[in-house]
């Protein structure tokens, strides 16, 4: 069942909660009884938008920069794209949910950092016949100037969850899998591109959840739009948390992408579209 957080809850039965003042994120995803999102166990950057949004299951990253600042181009003198870019904290300014719970859908009004304006067309539903969530977004340039659109959705898993059996499932990566305590350190990631199926989704599981009595998590994304996995984990101090990260660009700067011809500007009334969904089996 989909809800939002102004609604009463139930937590003993398995539904997603969004958070309408971050649009339309998902605040936590119970399974059971279960939260899988990492909530106060999360490094912190210093920006309250993300903290917020970290905590919980899901956030969008984009729709005019992904990871952390970098100067605008052509932009005034210190001018930079906020962390994880501007759509993180930008409220619902539409939303309706159907009666039976099994769809939502919500218009987000963006306020780009270089001035610029974009609508996020958001549909939430469940996918019966697959048991799985599944997101649709529909970027468009409502503003009068180009901009390149980037766009990344973090799955956001508390490591309280995971055990020695967990392991990351992929045909993205080497060999099938890998154990969920991937590089080295207290926190590590990696950016691969994404293998397609013959559907033109790309598949990630996170296998052997000690948390939900061994089951897993299962996250399928449309490769076309969204071509790279990138994965992150986070164990130090009290943070304690992976992530599962389906992403538009490579990890380079704004300068190295541009000059690669990998942002595509998106002109005035044109849209972009993503897609994500996930389930636990």
Not at 131 to 139: I, N, Q, Y
Not at 142 to 147: E, P, R
Request: charge should be negative.
């Amino acid at each position: 069942m989909l809800k939002t957080l102004e609604e009463p809850q139930d937590f003993q039965e398995n539904h997603v909660l969004f958070d309408r003042l971050s649009a339309l994120d998902i605040a936590a995803f119970v399974v059971d009884g279960v939260d899988l999102s990492p909530g106060a166990a999360i490094p912190s950057d210093g920006d309250p938008r993300i903290d917020r949004a970290l905590a919980g299951f899901l956030f969008t990253c984009g729709p005019d920069h992904i990871r952390h600042p970098e100067a605008i181009e052509g932009g005034a003198e210190g001018a930079r794209y906020p962390l994880h870019g501007s759509l993180a904290g930008t409220a619902v300014s539409h939303m309706e949910m159907a009666s039976d719970g099994a769809e939502c859908t919500a218009t987000i009004e963006v306020a780009l950092a270089d001035g610029g304006r974009a609508r996020v067309e958001r549909r939430w539903r469940i996918d019966a016949a697959r048991h799985e969530v599944v997101l649709e977004d529909r970027v468009v340039n409502s503003g009068v100037t180009a901009f390149p659109p980037v766009m990344m959705y973090h799955l956001n898993i508390g490591g309280r969850l995971l055990g020695d059996e967990t392991r990351i499932v992929s045909a993205s990566l080497a060999g099938g899998e890998s154990a969920w305590c991937f590089g080295t350190g207290e926190s590590a990631h990696f950016c691969l591109p994404a293998a397609v199926g013959s559907d033109g989704w790309s598949e990630v599981t996170l296998a052997d959840l000690a948390g939900l009595g061994g089951r897993n998590l299962k996250v399928r994304f449309r490769a076309d739009t969204l071509p790279f996995l990138q994965m992150w984990r986070c164990q130090r101090g009290e943070a304690n948390v992976i992530s599962i990260e389906p992403v538009s660009h490579r990890i380079a700067k704004r300068p190295e992408l541009a000059a690669a011809g990998e942002l595509t500007p998106l002109q005035p009334g044109e849209a972009r579209s993503y897609a994500i969904a996930f389930s636990v089996v």
